[in-house]
């Protein structure tokens, strides 16, 4: 946005209609506490209904979880309820993604194991808590969207060797033995443990699996009742069922006392290996945190709420929430703690709203492990690991695997995955990385470019990245293309230095200046912008219809302009701004202003405006009016497109624009009252207030950058947009929000002739100032910093 329109200066993770006025006294509501809005009167705390049943279904999926990523450690199995708990609790109500559910997650088991084993319990609590310190330090540093640089092929392959790694030591448990300290040694160790099967621990792992993988398509209308039930408290339920009415004699979870809960020790070993272990903890944590959180983001802006409005996370707030859980859970005995997308994901789908679902989850399990303590002993430890196995063959996800591939990075998954399965979760991602960079070296590296001539046209293909490296080899091609032919330049590659950028210039100008033409293409034959060429300056997205004469198009038998432009737009801008469209079908518009002007065609929105798709929710009339509630006569289009933007999608920030040489108010000016009705003058009625404002000797006159207007046309087109934003407070919504402070009102002039951009100042809470300000433009380091 440009600085013609205001625009939203608080972080995006706040809310930013929270700050009312300051003598108000009422309490500010935090980021993600949205409920929802009861019309007048002040807000009370109170936890939506929702929330209370998502929390509940969070809960039954995490309890049982929670044991078996303890189980799968190692750990006491209390660790993993303590875990649970503070990341409800801490990292509920301290991270940036309201509505992530943060907990023990499969991706820190294989690294938790690895911790335990050579340091012990008691270390292995005090390396969470150091790691929870460096997460604060990241946080501070706010570099937590850095994270999100690492390439995906390496996340979703450590998420997939360490998915594999805990299979493998599961799958000994399943089958009623014991899991060896490596994943090579549970390979190797495989055959042995399949030689020497225990029934009751099979016959266990093989009804949770079984009831784990069918209860989400349980079919008719019992089948939908079931499913309400979470599938991992079902499976573990059935197989508990099982081994108690069977007598099977299986291990069994053993909660000691809580008297007896290890609490951490002070770290004891090599200082590198202390500093390798909490530099671990940290990365993969905060970047499965990070990662989730975005995935929730996406989850929660797909859901269809019009009445809540659900704020975007803040990742390094979200991080310094996750560094507080991970203090707090290894100072009392716990797991270390990461973003959980799984139960983050059913979060969303039950309905929360708000923070609050993540808090009560927590206590929940504060609950059950205070209460249930012999109801949790009756589970089986066969029943856990085989859900904790399910989980880690679902880490290897198909959908990764197609995105990987399809973006050609399968190598880098496939090496990421191998080596955290054989060296281990650091090592395996530091060789993800190297393996990463060598490949995106060797692209930029291995250029082919090639000239030929068909049918008197030469063409010059250049397959893979265009860098300096690539200049000589594309000099040469270029250079063999005779002087004053036709030529076609075919680049198939997503990247062009400014090195291979001047050269392809340079080369077109000379090219053209000696009689020739050049056309640039795709690898499909589809035509693409080419450098900016000075024969072709006058022909701008801006440009009428009628100043498009540089290119020799040959005429349409239609000759239809529209028709010429939208072809314009799907061969120039459509292939740039697809991606940018797709997404906010997916997410839906979120548009912080509404802008309300003349239909007046000279006036063109985006570009005074310097806005694109999703930033403005924009209406047009005749005039530039809001017509008073009651006034509209059987038209309520205006008041309904006001109700929407300010009630539905909450904007912050109303701006009505007039303009220069104004028809409308030309027409309202010059009409005789015994004028006959018309629809324009019934619709121009609407107007008359501001006519009325202008005549009267009791309003000053309104000014324009220190001057006054030149004449009574543009003294009523500025009256008008004053008169106009005195109309929008009588609408309720708005009153409403204006009160609450979290709704402002901005007027604006756009003088036509002067390509000039004016903005009404603002005076006290209730009017307005009648002066214009000149808007200054913005400085180049801005305008290139913004582009």
């Known amino acids: 946005m440009s600085a013609c329109v205001p625009t939203r200066t608080d972080p995006p993770s706040e809310n930013p209609r929270k700050k009312t006025g300051k003598k108000s006294g009422k309490k500010t ?10 019309p007048g009167g002040p807000r009370r705390f109170r936890i939506a209904a929702t929330d209370l049943s998502a929390s509940i279904s969070v809960f039954l999926i995490a309890l049982p979880l929670s044991l078996g990523i303890a189980l799968a450690t190692g750990a006491p199995l209390q660790a993993g309820l303590v875990a649970a708990a503070v990341g409800g609790l801490v990292a509920g109500r301290f991270g940036g993604a309201p509505l992530q559910v943060s907990g023990p997650a499969a991706g820190l088991t294989v690294v ?118 979470p599938a991992a408290l ?53 970047v499965e945190s990070l990662l989730s959180a975005v995935a929730v983001d996406k989850l929660a802006s797909a859901r269809k709420t019009p009445d809540v409005r659900i704020p975007r996370a803040d ?35 039950a309905g929360a709203v708000s923070r609050h679902s993540t808090m009560l989850h927590g ?87 090639t000239e030929e001539e068909q049918d008197g046209i030469h063409r010059v293909r250049v397959r893979g990245q265009l860098t300096f490296l690539a200049v000589p080899r594309l000099s040469r091609a270029l250079g063999q293309v005779p002087p004053g032919t036709e030529c076609v330049v075919e680049l198939d590659g997503s990247f062009m230095d400014h090195a291979a950028y001047e050269a392809l210039h340079d080369w077109q100008s000379s090219h053209v200046a000696q009689g020739g033409s050049v056309e640039f293409t795709g690898r499909s034959g589809g035509r693409i912008s080419e450098p900016a060429s000075e024969t072709h300056g006058c022909c701008r997205p801006w440009t009428p219809w009628r100043n498009h004469h540089c290119d020799n198009r040959p005429d349409r038998d239609t000759a239809h302009p529209l028709v010429d432009g939208v072809s ?110 018309t629809p324009l003058s019934r619709w121009l009625r609407h107007g008359r207030p501001s006519l009325e404002r202008m005549k009267s000797r009791h309003r000053s006159w309104v000014r324009i950058s220190g001057r006054l207007p030149i004449d009574a046309v543009e003294q009523l087109c500025l009256t008008n947009v004053v008169q106009q ?52 433009p913005a400085s180049p380091s801005l305008v290139k910093a913004r582009s």
Request: charged share 15%.
């Open 29 to 38: 509501k935090k980021a993600g506490e949205n409920t929802p809005r009861s």
């Open 725 to 776: 934003l005195e109309h929008l407070r009588a609408h309720e919504a708005v009153a409403r929000r204006l009160a609450e402070g979290t709704l402002k009102l901005h007027g604006m002039y756009f003088h036509v002739g002067e390509a000039q951009a004016y903005l009404l100042a603002n005076g006290d809470e209730h009017s307005y100032d009648a002066v214009f300000d000149r808007v200054a």
């Open 363 to 449: 206590l929940w399990i504060v609950l059950a492990a205070l209460l249930l303590v012999p109801v949790l002993d009756l589970i089986p430890l066969a029943a856990l690991a085989a859900l904790v196995m399910v989980v880690g063959v679902q880490m290897v996800n198909i959908t990764h695997l197609r995105s990987v591939k399809r973006n050609r990075e399968m190598l880098v998954y496939a090496v990421t995955s191998a080596s955290v399965v054989v060296a281990g979760v650091l090592e395996g991602v530091a060789i993800g990385i190297a393996v990463s960079v060598a490949v995106a070296l060797h692209r930029l590296t291995r250029t082919r470019i």
């Open 568 to 677: 314009s737009f799907q061969r120039d801008t459509a292939p740039l701004v697809r991606d940018v469209l797709a997404q906010l079908e997916r997410e839906g518009q979120r548009p912080s202003q509404l802008f309300l002007t003349c239909a007046d065609s000279r006036v063109v929105t985006s570009m005074i405006t310097a806005s694109g798709p999703g930033d403005l929710f924009t209406v047009r009339n005749v005039g530039n009016l809001v017509p008073l509630p009651g006034t509209e006569s059987g038209d309520d289009s205006v008041a309904a497109a006001i109700e929407y933007a300010v009630e539905v999608l909450q904007v912050d920030t109303i701006t009505v624009c007039g303009h220069s040489g104004c028809g409308g108010m030309q027409v309202l000016l010059r009409a005789p009252s015994s004028a006959p009705a």
């Open 112 to 229: 938790t194991a690895d911790l335990i084993q050579q340091y012990g319990w008691r270390v292995t609590c005090a390396i969470t808590v150091l790691a929870g310190f460096a997460q604060l330090g990241l946080a501070a540093l706010r570099v937590a969207r850095s994270a999100l640089a690492v390439s995906p092929a390496i996340v979703h392959g450590m998420l997939a060797g360490i998915g594999a790694t805990i299979a493998l030591a599961q799958l000994h448990i399943v089958l009623g033995g014991t899991p060896q300290s490596s994943a090579v040694a549970n390979v190797r160790a495989l055959p042995a443990q399949l030689a020497d099967l225990h029934p009751a621990a099979i016959s266990v792992s093989a009804l949770t699996v079984a009831v784990l993988l069918l209860w989400p398509r349980l079919p008719g209308r019992v089948g939908r009742g079931l499913r309400k039930i």
């Open 234 to 286: 079902a499976s573990v339920a059935a197989a508990t069922t099982l081994a108690a009415m069977a007598a099977l004699h299986l291990p069994r979870v053993d909660l000691p006392s809580w008297r007896s809960h290890a609490l951490p020790g002070l770290p004891d070993g090599p200082e590198l290996g202390l500093i390798a272990a909490v530099l671990t903890i940290t990365l993969v944590a905060s």
């Open 315 to 349: 990742l390094d707030r979200e991080l310094a929430g996750q560094g507080a859980a991970n203090v707090v859970s290894g100072a009392l005995g716990g797991l270390p703690i990461t973003g959980v997308a799984v139960r983050s994901s059913a979060n969303v789908s």
